[in-house]
């Protein structure tokens, strides 16, 4: 088996037929699709079963409501294929790209694709898991779904039951086991934003798990990438009296530019608690919506 494809299903009568077609016309014989219906009290159960029905390629999985992490757990557990990709069940694949993409495979352990209007990507390669993670700033793209990994990567690795932003806490543990990663331009995944949704309605508590996850991560903390981790620092203390979590960091102002730098200077001289005080009125501080 060549692919393993993992769809979890919840509430999404609407565009379930949309995602699972686009998936079924990817042009490659060699793959399953896990369907996992995670307890979805519409008609979700009766729509996967037709699916199985009308495609042997396709697999069910039903099962009591246990979140997102516990759906791709429960198919990565049963996927048979030497690679395995995740599709969220609201979204859609362009036409061909699966194809595309596993001619790149051999040599890679995860390979990156676009993601619709919000990610293009250029046809990089990376030997070096941390020169991945900063320059394409991958910590701001950990999303699961636009990528296809080897699956041996997930042999001793899932997603965390119970905590949102999950994506966060996992990619750097898959990473930690690649040696090689590429981003390509080939290929897209069409996201549709959920205005609903956890990345659109998360609170203080939520976002603290987003700045935790990054912060245990292990992974390296450029310039850059700790101004990011400033701005959920920031949205989690305006909403909650957590303590401040992001440590302290002396910034090199010459390798930011316009806003950020300005940011970075005033970070340097009020320091982080200050500037979390004062952040709320001060427009350089507005934030760009999560996605």
């Not at 495979?105 to 020169?131: C, G, H, K, T, W």
């Not at 981790?229 to 992001?246: A, F, M, S």
Request: charged share 30%; aromatic share 10%.
């Amino acid at each position: 088996m060549k692919l393993s494809i993992v769809i979890p299903v919840y509430r999404v009568e609407a565009t379930l037929d949309r995602c699972v077609e686009s998936v079924l016309g990817q042009d490659v014989d060699d793959m399953e699709v896990i369907l996992v219906d995670d307890g979805s009290p519409d008609n979700c159960p009766k729509m996967c079963d037709d699916w199985a029905e009308r495609d042997v390629r396709i697999r069910v999985i039903h099962k009591e409501n246990g979140g997102l992490s516990d759906a791709r757990n429960v198919a990565i557990d049963i996927a048979k294929g030497d690679y395995i990709t995740f599709v969220d069940s609201d979204d859609w694949m362009e036409t061909g790209t699966y194809k595309a993409i596993l001619k790149l495979m051999d040599d890679d352990d995860i390979v990156e694709f676009p993601v619709a209007r919000r990610l293009p990507l250029s046809d990089r390669s990376y030997d070096n898991i941390d020169d991945y993670w900063l320059t394409e700033q991958a910590y701001t793209h950990t999303f699961a779904c636009n990528k296809i990994y080897r699956r041996s990567l997930f042999d001793d690795v899932c997603y965390p039951k119970g905590k949102v932003f999950e994506d966060v806490y996992t990619l750097p543990l898959l990473l930690r086991k690649a040696k090689r990663v590429s981003t390509t331009s080939q290929g897209c995944y069409h996201y549709e934003w959920n205005p609903s949704g956890i990345t659109a309605t998360a609170d203080g508590e939520k976002l603290a798990m987003l700045l935790e996850a990054h912060l245990t991560s292990g992974m390296p903390i450029d310039d850059s990438y700790y101004m990011y981790l400033v701005n959920i620092q920031i949205d989690v203390r305006e909403q909650t009296e957590k303590p401040l979590i992001l440590p302290k960091k002396k910034l090199n102002v010459s390798n930011l530019k316009g806003k950020q730098k300005l940011k970075a200077i005033l970070l340097n001289f009020l320091g982080i608690s200050i500037l979390c005080r004062i952040s709320k009125f001060i427009h350089l501080f507005k934030k760009p919506s999560r996605w």
